[in-house]
């Protein structure tokens, strides 16, 4: 492994960067997106409107304070607005939820970089390769394969050490948009559904 790594050249110390870069991001996304987003909204919602009908506004309150889940501070900024109409608690849960989801999307950023930065890289490594194994033959004079055998590898090495890098990343940045996507859904869907209810229940006015 470490020979590989010495005949891919100096560009191998950028694909390492990167590869570092998007390993700490992943296991960072991951680790956030499995405590912010294991509570599924509509499950939280359904529970918000019976803790609600049985100990009011202030009891929904406490159920999101005590909820450490970016839905439950969602619907909590809008629980806290009740007395000044629809209007405003609309208001209130989007610019929540415009904070919570923020958190949610950070890093992700850094691993759509790095799956594209990665093959970039790589291809770069290609170019200087070949760049070598032609002054090879420039100073040979001739096309030997020991002249050229180490630019070549140079290229081949760096082309696989950054489509190997950016192929995983790839997985992971996609399945971390998905989850982000589903999960912002289901908070809005969760946010309407309790606007409804307080409108239904006459808790704030339209």
């Not at 997106?33 to 019976?50: G, H, Q, S, Y």
């Not at 950016?166 to 809005?188: C, G, K, N, Q």
Request: net charge negative; charged share 20%; glycine share 10%.
């Amino acid at each position: 492994m470490i020979e590989l790594f010495v005949k891919g050249g100096d560009m191998m110390w950028g694909l390492l960067a990167i590869a570092i870069l998007a390993l700490v991001f992943i296991i960072e996304r991951a680790i956030t997106l499995i405590i912010k987003a294991r509570l599924n909204p509509m499950t939280f919602v359904n529970d918000l409107k019976a803790t609600i009908d049985a100990d009011g506004i202030d009891g929904g309150l406490k159920l999101c304070n005590e909820t450490p889940q970016p839905v439950a501070k969602i619907l909590a900024a809008g629980l806290e607005k009740v007395s000044l109409g629809k209007e405003v608690v609309e208001e209130n849960i989007a610019a929540k939820a415009s904070v919570e989801l923020s958190f949610l999307d950070r890093g992700m950023i850094w691993i759509a970089m790095s799956s594209s930065l990665a093959p970039i890289l790589g291809f770069l490594g290609t170019v200087t390769g070949m760049i070598r194994a032609f002054e090879g033959i420039a100073k040979a004079g001739e096309v030997e394969p020991t002249v050229v055998a180490g630019g070549i590898s140079e290229a081949l090495i760096t082309t696989a050490t950054g489509l190997l890098i950016a192929a995983p990343v790839v997985f992971f940045h996609t399945l971390y948009s998905a989850i982000i996507d589903r999960y912002s859904r289901d908070m809005e869907q969760a946010s309407s559904l309790l606007v409804d209810y307080l409108l239904e229940k006459g808790l704030i006015k339209g």
